[in-house]
């Protein structure tokens, strides 16, 4: 089998489970909140093996680079957003996971693949700024985390949270770390109720006097920004695919809709305005998706000026997946707006999508300053 | 709530309207008692909004969420008893006497802190809209008089105005769309009255309505020529609330299916004969397109102020969001917008009060006579039975033809859908745009930020979709202008 034929098979796998036991229940699990639903399909993701996706094979995973998590995380969003969400953060706390230490890789990829039995095992993420808050000190032979990080994915049922301080302003000091949920000390906040992802329990978390093993450090103490990049460019790509499988999933049902509903002497997707609507979503839609595949792969191909970037892939997919959900609303008309068909649901979900990571334009201010230094002053 | 200290939009501490607009500086030289009405109304209304509403919204919105047909009747009662249940009538006659710029200004205000509320408050003034269409002096009369009676004694009449269905909702406001409507409900003719059966859907304030005006045809097959439009008491036999919906946002106002099984309605109840539901239907769409604008202006404003209060104390590093350079000029940006959009909305409302039926109000006669007859005699028996005779009915609507003509109506449709579209995109690009400001942590749901945007999204869908009311818009200024001969 080749690499891609793998990949079709994943995601065929995937998007049969996703309609069986994702699909059915989003809108319910979303009008509940329930986010004890995100440990419950966890546990059955294990069928077909998808917390394991990025894990390397001799740890119990499928060994799928980051383009092919990726599209399983857009075929699992076009059912349920929410629940990729989940799964954005924990690949994302994999890769973090890859720079570590053999010994770790031991400890960890085995329980974040979740090929065996047991309590389902959540990982999730959480990088500066968010974490600015975050201290360490060193106190004998033992080292503690201090501070809060104010909202963090998956924050509830998460096991392990890869986390990276800023110790130095000048951004160049950082420390990774993989920081045990469970552990004494950590005590997640209250939910904030945020409009979308409802089932993704999102909450701020105050670490006090953790002790920090010395198997929790990612690299070395203060030398972990290599790792942080990585982790961060898989998570940008990651939430990009996810907003590109929420569109996708918004643009099917105002299709289907127009396709059925009758308004102005036509079936209303005979109208040129609602025909380009849904011409706008497809464009959008496949630009989104050539957008993280090629960020993920990180290949050349291109032009040689042109660098793929997860960044501009999350800032584009996320987006556009709002554009493309608010016309789809407007194609359902006032059935749009109502609970029962899952647009709207779209919508709130895109909102928080496009906030995860950090607002976008503060995410584009911010990388044109971190760059600013590499444009030669004339 | 604990977060609003900046002195700006609801917080500010006194409203200054020509501060606001400065045009109507210039206008209030020419005629103080109109602007100085509009004056009160931005008073009242923010008064209330900042005071009453803010502390609640929320607890609505939520209680809402979970039934749908939760009802906060104290606050209801609370805006009752400062009357802007019967806003728009006369003060003489025992309201507030706001003309269609006050009321704009109001709805601003009211909407800039929540729109499902403001719905439950402002929208029965369907009711008086719908009737003034017709202009039964009779009619229009006894629903004045109903209206200020309830408003004394606290107790709610509620007006819905239903004319979507199921299966048609640009079909009911457009004539092109209406002669190619497939209608599910209908009226047949039956001894003294009209008998009907069907389902109408969407329909605000339906599920607590007193009373319905309905549009509904009484051929299925000619729905353009038969449209006709009822009135229909809530206490009909055969009448019934269906579900009441669960919404995206705007979750304090209700929207219900109507159930219409053989209800028998007395001939008088025909407000307009077959063939003028959809004129009626127009009339109405003429003013109320300029006020879904402006509360799509509210929400915009209200999603902005919030933004504001959120990133002046929102702390990152050493210094407030707000003191970033990205978000001063995206709040610069739409500070732009909501100031050009707030122009054109006043401008319409200005329109409907000079030329519109609302001129009716503020023309000197009518004037002249509210303001020497005492509120004991124009609310009197005597007055209502004189407005219910023939000549005075003729003589009122031969008045109102010449006042309101079909050309008069379409062209306010045009402006109006312009006002539409023009404040409800603002809502849903301002209401976006700010929680892309204020991020993840801002969207928390006390902040009521994720909330303007919740509700931002109906204002683009009813009153016309955006789409028909662009048809509406290009179709009356450029499309009559085209000949189709004119082939090159
Ligand atoms: C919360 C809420 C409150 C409401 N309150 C009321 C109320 O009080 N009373 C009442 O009567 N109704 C009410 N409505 C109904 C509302 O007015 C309709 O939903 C609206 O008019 C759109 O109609 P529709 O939903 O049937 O959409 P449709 O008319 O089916 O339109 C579907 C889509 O097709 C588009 N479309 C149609 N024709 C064309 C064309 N020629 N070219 C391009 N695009 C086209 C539309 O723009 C829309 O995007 C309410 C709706 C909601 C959601």
């Known amino acids: 089998m080749t690499a891609y034929e793998e990949l079709c098979a994943i995601t065929d796998v995937c998007d049969k489970f996703a309609s069986r036991e994702i699909g059915p229940a989003a809108l319910e699990a979303d009008l509940e909140s329930r986010t004890a639903w995100v440990p419950e399909v966890w546990t059955r993701t294990r069928e077909v093996g998808i917390p394991g996706l990025p894990v390397p094979e001799e740890y119990g995973g499928a060994g799928q680079p980051g383009d092919g998590c990726a599209t399983v995380i857009d075929v699992i969003s076009f059912y349920c957003p929410g629940i990729a969400s989940v799964l954005c953060n924990h690949f994302a706390a994999v890769a973090c996971m890859h720079h570590s230490r053999a010994s770790q890789k031991a400890a960890y990829f085995q329980r974040l693949a979740n090929s065996e039995a047991g309590e389902p095992v959540i990982g999730t993420v959480a990088f500066p700024p968010d974490t600015c808050d975050l201290s360490l000190t060193v106190d004998g032979d033992s080292v503690f985390l201090d501070g809060t990080v104010p909202l963090l994915g998956s924050a509830l049922h998460a096991r392990y949270c890869c986390l990276f301080i800023n110790e130095e302003v000048n951004g160049r000091a950082i420390t990774g770390l993989v920081v045990d949920m469970k552990a004494p000390g950590v005590a997640v906040g209250e939910n904030p109720k945020l409009p979308g992802l409802k089932v993704n329990p999102f909450a701020p978390v105050r670490f006090e006097r953790v002790n920090i093993g010395p198997d929790s450090l990612l690299g070395e103490k203060g030398n972990a920004g290599a790792i942080l990049k990585d982790g961060r460019r898989a998570w940008f790509g990651y939430l990009a695919a996810a907003a590109v499988g929420a569109a996708r999933s918004a643009s099917h049902k105002a299709r289907d809709y127009a396709s059925q509903r009758y308004q102005f002497g036509k079936i209303i997707i005979h109208h040129q305005e609602i025909q380009r609507m849904l011409g706008a979503m497809l464009m959008k839609i496949d630009v989104g998706t050539s957008a993280y595949l090629r960020a993920l792969t990180g290949e050349k191909g291109g032009p040689p000026w042109s660098v793929p970037s997860p960044l501009f892939a999350k800032i584009y997919c996320t987006d556009m997946a709002m554009e493309v959900v608010l016309d789809a609303i407007q194609i359902h008309g006032g059935y749009g707006y109502m609970h029962e068909y899952g647009v709207e649901k779209l919508m709130r979900d895109c909102k928080v999508l496009q906030l995860m990571g950090g607002s976008n334009p503060s995410l584009l201010t911010g990388h044109t300053a971190a760059n600013v230094t590499d444009i030669p002053l004339k | ?488």
């Open chain 2, 1 to 488: 709530m604990d977060y609003f200290h900046v002195p700006f939009g609801l917080s500010a501490p006194a409203p200054d309207l020509i501060e606001t607009v400065p045009a109507l500086g210039a206008l209030k030289k020419a005629n103080p008692s109109y602007i100085e009405r509009a004056e009160a109304a931005q008073k009242t209304g923010r008064l209330f909004a900042r005071d009453e509403i803010l502390p609640r919204m929320l607890d609505i919105d939520s209680a809402c969420a979970r039934d749908p047909r939760y009802f906060d009747w104290d606050l209801w009662r609370k805006a009752n008893q400062k009357k802007l249940t019967v806003a728009l009538i006369p003060e003489k006659l025992g309201g507030l006497g706001y003309t269609a710029l006050g009321a704009t200004i109001l709805c601003e205000e009211m909407t800039s802190a929540c729109m499902g509320i403001t719905a439950n408050i402002l929208f029965n003034n369907f009711g008086l809209l719908g009737s003034l269409v017709e202009f039964d002096t009779g009619i229009v009369m006894k629903i004045i008089r109903d209206m200020v009676k309830a408003q004394k004694n606290d107790t709610p009449v509620f007006w819905a105005w239903a004319i979507t269905e199921p299966g048609a909702g640009t079909d009911v406001e457009e004539a092109e769309a209406m002669a190619t409507m497939r209608p599910s409900t209908y009226a047949e003719k039956v001894p003294g009255g009209y008998r009907i059966n069907g389902i109408k859907c969407f329909i605000t304030n339906g599920s607590l309505a007193h009373f319905i005006i309905a549009t509904i045809p009484m051929d299925r097959t000619h729905p353009l020529e038969s449209m006709a439009t009822f009135m229909i008491p809530a206490s009909s036999k055969g009448f019934s609330v269906g579900k009441v919906e669960r919404k995206c946002g705007q979750k304090a106002s209700q929207t219900a299916e109507l159930i219409f099984e053989d209800v028998f309605i007395p001939e008088e109840n025909l407000w307009e004969p077959p063939g003028r539901g959809l004129r009626h239907t127009r009339e109405i769409l003429s003013t109320t397109r300029g006020f879904v604008g402006a509360a799509g202006l509210g929400i915009a404003r209200g999603s902005l102020e919030r933004c504001v209060h959120y990133t002046s104390m929102k702390k990152i590093k050493n210094h407030f969001l707000i003191e970033e350079d990205w978000v001063l000029f995206a709040i610069a940006d739409m500070l732009k917008d909501i100031k050009a959009v707030r122009a054109a909305c006043y401008n319409f409302a200005l329109a409907v009060d000079t030329y519109h039926v609302m001129k009716l109000f503020e023309s000197r006669p009518v004037r002249t006579l509210l303001a020497v007859l005492p509120q004991s005699f124009l609310l009197s028996d005597f007055v209502a039975h004189l407005a219910a005779s023939r000549p005075i009915i003729s003589a009122a609507r031969t008045i109102k033809q010449a006042m309101v003509p079909d050309a008069l109506v379409e062209n306010f449709v045009k402006e109006g859908s312009a006002v539409k579209v023009a404040g409800t995109d603002l809502a849903m690009n301002v209401s976006s745009r700010v929680c892309d400001i204020v991020g993840l942590e801002g969207m928390s749901y006390r902040y009521g930020i994720e909330k303007c945007f919740r509700d931002a999204k109906i204002t683009q869908i009813y009153e016309g979709s955006n789409q028909a009311n662009r048809i509406d818009l290009f179709h009356h200024e450029i499309g009559s202008l085209i000949h189709k001969e004119a082939a090159i």
